[in-house]
């Protein structure tokens, strides 16, 4: 288990790739540095030697017509040791006429590089062929045991007063140059080899440069499903696993804000829940326990259990409307909605409640069309008319649609007791208030504005308070105006 671990872990993948990248760049260039050298030492070699088998050839044409054939083969044995290879001189149809090693005298030699020079008129000529040597054929020249080697034949014509007279070949072998090339390959592979087993070292100690932020990392996670939030990495530098870092300890932190807003949202809906709950049953009590109650008493009681139930049904109503605007963020069905009309509606519906209150009603409803569920953005604008008007004891209420730029613009301006510049920051928040006293007393939850917040934010907009206390306030409402354009570019994507 623990090797398979090994095996596949990023730090092993990562030493693995090096090495594998490192060993394909290092045969790649030990390939081309063989294939070099042997090039460079061959091309050397086949240059020297048949310039020298062109100067034999001068050499020999004086004696090539001499009587004495002793000094002639004394003259080619003496060649062979000192050029370190074999010397056949043929005449005009390529026969021996004499064989440093006296083996081929009389055969005729049907080599291209001879014909070279006989039958083409060529000044030098140069071949390379695989043979086979033996002691027992060739062992004064080529002494190794037997085996397959690589050989030269040089050609170059022997001429008597401008004639061709015959023809000298030398052959040598290019063993020494392979054993050369050998070696140095030899030599680079060890060399290689080594370069390799540091590349394996160092790369195995990078690694654990890179794969140590992401262990941590790792154990972050595990720490953070354990014990929840309140877990943070330590992050240095400005690459990729940095940003990871970063990127983990605002999840952290968004994670740690979400359940405080969870723990705060479940205590104050547990006290909004409990609070009217815990007043029926104080007033159930009062009348269950009054032996004669009075009818007028008794539908004072009543009036209070029925007020209670009222709040009591709000709360769960709203806090419904919310838990619906969460699951359902990703599944809104947008549409071009005319937000003068929203307002218009939403006016009509809360005018009956203006009157009662002795709250004017003003309205200067320029067109504008929006991109939004036309149901969402009413509730919306009904919760701010709506607290508008609750907190307005007396005077009037203005709503305003606009444009300016690209946005349509929602203005709700009343006339009421304002909000203090301290509790601006919370309004959006769930359950606060305020003046609690107050908004028990109108019938608010503190989640009417929590819900305009949301309905705005999930249709790409967002809402401004301004307010001073005594003097009233203004909500407006920021949401991108409808681009027929864009809908229609969307629907083609």
């Given at each position: 288990?623990?090797?398979?671990?090994?095996?596949g872990?990023i730090?092993?993948?990562m030493?693995?790739?090096?090495?594998?990248?490192?060993?394909?760049?290092?045969?790649?260039?030990s390939?081309?540095?063989?294939?070099?050298?042997?090039?460079?030492?061959?091309?050397?070699?086949?240059?020297?030697?048949?310039?020298?088998?062109?100067?034999?050839?001068?050499e020999?044409?004086?004696n090539?017509?001499a009587?004495?054939?002793?000094?002639?083969?004394?003259?080619?044995?003496t060649?062979?040791?000192?050029?370190?290879?074999?010397?056949?001189?043929?005449?005009?149809?390529?026969?021996v006429?004499?064989?440093s090693?006296?083996?081929?005298?009389?055969y005729q030699?049907p080599?291209?590089?001879?014909?070279?020079?006989?039958?083409?008129?060529?000044?030098?000529?140069y071949?390379?062929?695989?043979?086979?040597?033996?002691?027992?054929?060739?062992?004064n020249?080529?002494?190794?045991?037997?085996?397959?080697?690589?050989?030269?034949?040089?050609a170059?014509?022997?001429?008597s007063?401008?004639?061709?007279?015959?023809?000298?070949?030398?052959?040598?072998?290019?063993?020494d140059?392979?054993?050369?090339?050998t070696?140095?390959?030899?030599?680079?592979?060890?060399?290689f080899?080594?370069?390799a087993v540091v590349?394996a070292?160092?790369?195995?100690?990078?690694?654990s440069?890179?794969?140590?932020p992401?262990?941590?990392?790792?154990?972050?996670i595990?720490?953070m499903?354990?014990?929840?939030?309140?877990?943070?990495?330590?992050v240095?530098?400005?690459?990729?696993?940095?940003?990871?870092?970063?990127?983990?300890?605002?999840?952290?932190e968004?994670?740690?804000?979400?359940d405080?807003?969870?723990d705060?949202?479940?205590?104050?809906?547990s006290?909004?829940?409990k609070?009217p709950?815990a007043?029926?049953?104080?007033?159930?009590?009062?009348?269950?326990y009054?032996e004669?109650p009075?009818?007028?008493?008794?539908?004072e009681f009543f009036?209070?259990v029925?007020h209670?139930?009222?709040?009591?049904?709000?709360v769960?109503?709203?806090l419904?409307?919310l838990?619906?605007?969460?699951?359902?963020?990703s599944?809104?069905?947008?549409?071009?909605v005319?937000?003068?009309?929203?307002?218009?509606?939403?006016?009509?519906r809360?005018?009956?409640?203006?009157?009662k209150k002795?709250?004017?009603?003003?309205?200067t409803?320029?067109e504008a069309?929006v991109?939004?569920?036309?149901?969402?953005?009413?509730?919306a604008?009904a919760?701010?008319?709506?607290n508008?008007?609750?907190?307005?004891?007396?005077?009037s209420?203005?709503?305003r649609?606009?444009?300016?730029?690209?946005e349509?613009?929602?203005s709700?301006?009343d006339?009421?007791?304002?909000?203090p510049?301290?509790?601006?920051?919370?309004?959006?928040e769930?359950f606060y208030?305020?003046?609690?006293?107050?908004?028990?007393?109108?019938?608010?939850?503190?989640?009417?504005?929590?819900?305009?917040?949301r309905?705005?934010?999930?249709?790409?907009?967002?809402?401004e308070v301004r307010?001073?206390?005594?003097e009233g306030s203004?909500f407006t409402?920021?949401l991108?105006l409808f681009?027929p354009d864009?809908?229609?570019k969307?629907?083609?994507?």
């Amino acid at each position: 288990m623990r090797s398979n671990k090994f095996l596949g872990s990023i730090r092993s993948r990562m030493v693995a790739i090096y090495l594998l990248v490192t060993t394909v760049a290092l045969f790649a260039i030990s390939i081309m540095i063989s294939g070099l050298v042997e090039s460079f030492l061959v091309t050397q070699r086949t240059e020297t030697q048949s310039e020298e088998t062109m100067r034999l050839a001068l050499e020999l044409a004086s004696n090539l017509d001499a009587a004495d054939a002793e000094d002639l083969y004394a003259l080619i044995v003496t060649r062979a040791q000192t050029m370190g290879g074999r010397i056949l001189i043929l005449d005009r149809d390529a026969v021996v006429r004499a064989d440093s090693t006296s083996y081929y005298n009389g055969y005729q030699m049907p080599y291209r590089e001879v014909r070279d020079v006989l039958i083409a008129g060529k000044q030098s000529s140069y071949g390379f062929h695989r043979i086979k040597r033996t002691n027992e054929t060739e062992e004064n020249i080529w002494p190794q045991a037997e085996q397959s080697v690589w050989a030269v034949y040089y050609a170059a014509p022997i001429t008597s007063k401008g004639v061709y007279v015959g023809a000298v070949l030398f052959s040598t072998l290019l063993q020494d140059v392979e054993d050369s090339v050998t070696d140095i390959i030899t030599k680079i592979t060890i060399a290689f080899t080594a370069v390799a087993v540091v590349m394996a070292v160092l790369s195995f100690a990078m690694s654990s440069v890179v794969t140590k932020p992401i262990l941590e990392l790792t154990n972050a996670i595990r720490r953070m499903g354990k014990q929840g939030g309140g877990v943070r990495v330590e992050v240095k530098g400005t690459d990729e696993t940095a940003e990871l870092g970063r990127a983990f300890n605002r999840m952290s932190e968004q994670i740690e804000a979400h359940d405080r807003v969870r723990d705060e949202f479940v205590s104050n809906a547990s006290h909004e829940l409990k609070t009217p709950l815990a007043t029926m049953k104080l007033l159930s009590e009062s009348i269950l326990y009054e032996e004669k109650p009075e009818p007028a008493l008794m539908k004072e009681f009543f009036q209070d259990v029925n007020h209670e139930v009222d709040r009591l049904s709000r709360v769960i109503t709203d806090l419904l409307r919310l838990v619906q605007i969460d699951e359902t963020e990703s599944e809104m069905q947008a549409a071009p909605v005319r937000l003068d009309s929203v307002a218009r509606h939403v006016l009509e519906r809360l005018r009956p409640l203006a009157e009662k209150k002795g709250v004017a009603l003003h309205a200067t409803l320029q067109e504008a069309t929006v991109s939004g569920e036309m149901m969402r953005l009413e509730q919306a604008a009904a919760n701010l008319i709506e607290n508008a008007i609750k907190y307005t004891d007396a005077g009037s209420v203005a709503v305003r649609v606009s444009t300016s730029g690209d946005e349509a613009l929602l203005s709700v301006t009343d006339t009421g007791i304002g909000i203090p510049e301290e509790a601006q920051a919370h309004l959006f928040e769930r359950f606060y208030r305020v003046d609690k006293a107050r908004s028990r007393g109108t019938g608010g939850t503190g989640l009417g504005l929590a819900i305009v917040e949301r309905v705005i934010a999930l249709h790409g907009g967002h809402v401004e308070v301004r307010s001073k206390l005594g003097e009233g306030s203004t909500f407006t409402v920021h949401l991108p105006l409808f681009q027929p354009d864009a809908e229609e570019k969307g629907e083609a994507e």
